[in-house]
């Protein structure tokens, strides 16, 4: 439930911002104050979650500390369980929470009004019903200095969010759906404290290391799941997808591996003492960390074949953890050194510049990860270790440029994760000590309210599905001459052989008789002289069903009678025929939301 602070005398936001390290957007939005964000005394704010506890210095009583932070001592007293005459000793920590867990109804209130103050919105509406329900009460109507608990609604929002929690009795890999709060549990008794869930990047698939450090894939709509390796006694392991969904890369016992999950085939690359290895957007090479010939670690770019590899960084100090590259491919960031410092650097391949991100105060930054943009890093920062363990969630630009805290967690340091779209982070709190999380929140960066999505139980990491996956059944469509199967919403309807559309988009298919160049056709499509993407697109290459491809994404100029039309290019595996011709490029135009959707599904018949 959420906390309510009575305001007294000599308080402002940002006073009140300062004293429990919250920032001050955020005690705005969750009030939904406006400029110039006065405040009354005997006002009910409602308080985000910041740094609640304090150390016991000599002198201190429950009164002077609750004079400190403007509260009754009846809420010192109470959050700690304190007994007359509520002695204290010097170095205890006492928890100080900014007010009360309930709002006293004032004259005039109503659920609709209550719900839209206090952001219990879900899909952009008031869910005004939830406080009802919560409060159990018989009707809607209110009396003043009635009590009432002020519940956090799911956000709503695109995608799931995925879990490893132990809240069934097992590690076990879970669902948590932003539009109705709804969990599903995906797995039984395969996960450990170590699992980590990856999504395919359509979200169809994810991966995980569980229990025995065996591999698992779960197909997500079905539920069915796979083990394709176990892996040894490698101390770190990551997987990654590659762009078009198919492969999974990892290291094990000093090689590369990329598997096939369709084919069940695997291709082993000799590295040895390599690790977080990825895929480039363009599925032909890969990124990982490994030791120079001196013993240094470094970072390195090979092609899937094993050949060309390139240094990329000339690192001379310790070890390069957690290198992760930017979704475009443009930068990739590691921290260093080690356990007990933990600094933020990228670098931008292109110049080979690197940056430090300032970070937090203790130089202890965790967890960083790339925003869908490619502009920003969301990290957690270790904050306040006097005052118990607290961490700052925080995001950066890829250069270290502004650096900003977003939210509190009460965790040493805090998983976290970049919604679908960008515009939200998911992480995790509600830790004791240095225990396991028992709460995941989110936070709107363009209304900066921490709201609560699950409390209660273990959680131990969490990422969200990086496409919106579709609440509408799809059908698939195949054309045999264009020898090509994949699938669609099934609510679009067939316009001809070739075009389907629907209320929300439409594709169309084709297929190009071209040069060999690969390149050159992706630019005379692009660039056509009607210019039917704009007049500055953007080309990405790409691999589909292990082809070379390239997507065509249109600029902001593009006509809007296109529809926001989007292009894929495919080389057949074979050259096809048709009508005697002989045509070796396949090509898609859909609207941009469902290009890539549509491309995770297409096989070659």
Not at 117 to 134: C, D, K, Q, S, Y
């Amino acid at each position: 439930m959420q906390t309510f602070y009575t305001v007294r005398s000599g308080d402002t936001v940002y006073v009140i911002s300062r004293r429990w390290g919250i920032p001050a957007d955020s005690i705005i939005a969750a009030n939904n104050l406006r400029a110039p964000y006065t405040i009354y005394i005997g006002q009910q704010l409602s308080i985000p979650p910041g740094v609640d506890m304090v150390r016991v210095r000599q002198g201190d009583s429950v009164y002077r500390i609750s004079q400190l932070y403007n509260v009754p001592s009846s809420v010192i007293v109470e959050a700690n369980q304190l007994q007359p005459p509520y002695a204290i000793q010097i170095g205890q920590l006492l928890k100080v929470p900014p007010g009360v867990p309930y709002y006293i109804v004032q004259p005039g209130d109503t659920l609709y009004q209550l719900a839209g103050r206090f952001n219990v919105i879900t899909n952009g509406a008031p869910n005004h019903e939830l406080i009802r329900m919560v409060n159990q009460l018989p009707s809607s109507q209110l009396f003043p200095g009635m009590k009432l608990m002020i519940p956090y609604a799911p956000p709503g929002g695109q995608g799931r969010i995925a879990y490893i929690s132990d809240r069934g009795g097992n590690y076990d890999v879970w669902l948590y759906n932003p539009r109705t709060g709804e969990n599903v549990q995906l797995t039984s008794g395969l996960g450990d404290s170590f699992s980590r869930p990856e999504w395919s990047p359509n979200s169809r698939r994810i991966a995980f290391v569980g229990k025995n450090r065996i591999i698992y894939i779960i197909e997500v709509a079905t539920g069915s799941i796979a083990q394709i390796d176990q892996l040894g006694d490698e101390v770190e392991f990551k997987l990654d997808w590659s762009p078009d969904s198919t492969q999974i890369a990892y290291t094990k016992k000093g090689h590369i591996i990329l598997y096939n999950v369709p084919s069940h085939q695997a291709q082993s690359i000799q590295q040895p003492e390599s690790t977080d290895v990825q895929w480039f957007p363009n599925g032909m090479e890969l990124l990982f960390q490994a030791p120079d010939e001196s013993g240094i670690s470094q970072l390195y770019r090979i092609q899937i074949d094993g050949t060309g590899k390139q240094q990329m960084t000339s690192n001379t100090e310790g070890r390069l953890n957690n290198a992760q590259l930017s979704p475009d491919g443009s930068f990739v960031l590691y921290t260093t050194p080690g356990v007990s410092i933990s600094i933020i650097h990228t670098v931008e391949l292109s110049t080979g510049n690197v940056f430090e991100v300032k970070g937090g105060p203790l130089a202890k930054n965790y967890f960083p990860e790339w925003s869908p943009d490619s502009l920003k890093i969301a990290y957690s920062a270790t904050a306040l270790e006097d005052r118990g363990y607290f961490s700052q969630v925080r995001t950066v630009g890829r250069r270290g440029e502004e650096d900003r805290i977003w939210a509190i967690s009460n965790c040493f340091a805090s998983p976290v994760t970049w919604s679908t779209d960008g515009t939200k982070i998911a992480y995790l709190s509600g830790c004791r000590e240095q225990e396991f999380a028992r709460e995941m929140w989110a936070i709107d960066l363009n209304r900066p309210v921490p709201i609560r999505l699950i409390e209660g139980v273990n959680i131990q990491s969490l990422q969200w599905s990086p496409t919106p996956i579709m609440e509408v059944s799809q059908n698939t469509y195949t054309n045999t001459t264009y020898k090509v199967r994949f699938q669609y919403p099934s609510n679009w309807r067939k316009v001809n052989e070739e075009r389907y559309e629907g209320g929300d988009g439409f594709f169309q298919i084709s297929a190009i008789s071209a040069g060999e160049k690969l390149d050159e056709v992706c630019h005379g499509e692009a660039f056509h002289q009607l210019m039917p993407y704009g007049s500055k697109p953007k080309i990405l290459k790409a691999r589909i069903q292990n082809q070379e491809a390239c997507y065509i994404f249109p600029s902001a100029d593009q006509p809007a009678e296109m529809l926001n039309q989007s292009a894929l290019i495919v080389r057949y595996p074979t050259p096809i025929n048709i009508q005697g011709e002989t045509y070796n490029y396949f090509i898609l135009w859909a609207d941009q939301p469902h290009l890539k959707e549509i491309a995770s599904s297409l096989i070659f018949l």
